[in-house]
């Protein structure tokens, strides 16, 4: 699902489902897993992140779990949700 549709209210990503980051226009970015969502906020656990705000994000030194939002302006955005079926 798009981050858009979460945006605005139409989808809500579950627990297990994979978020997913973009930089500006190219193939590059991060995953993580969703821990819960609420609106355009969640928690989500990363890894090779820091654990705070400042540090790097793109080389960090761990897994940690991350509170993130729906920021479509940053150049460093969620773009989508991944629902995983697990069986």
């Given at each position: 699902m798009?981050?858009?549709q979460v945006l605005i209210g139409q989808k809500r990503p579950e627990?297990?489902?994979i978020v997913?980051?973009?930089k500006?226009?190219?193939i590059?970015?991060?995953a993580g897993i969703v821990l819960e969502w609420n609106g355009a906020c969640g928690k989500t656990i990363e890894?090779?992140?820091s654990s705070g705000v400042y540090g790097s994000q793109a080389d960090g030194d761990g897994v940690w779990i991350r509170e993130r939002?729906?920021?479509p302006g940053n150049y460093f955005r969620i773009?989508?949700?991944t629902p995983v079926m697990y069986q």
């Amino acid at each position: 699902m798009k981050a858009s549709q979460v945006l605005i209210g139409q989808k809500r990503p579950e627990p297990g489902d994979i978020v997913v980051w973009r930089k500006g226009n190219t193939i590059f970015g991060h995953a993580g897993i969703v821990l819960e969502w609420n609106g355009a906020c969640g928690k989500t656990i990363e890894a090779n992140t820091s654990s705070g705000v400042y540090g790097s994000q793109a080389d960090g030194d761990g897994v940690w779990i991350r509170e993130r939002c729906i920021e479509p302006g940053n150049y460093f955005r969620i773009v989508s949700f991944t629902p995983v079926m697990y069986q």
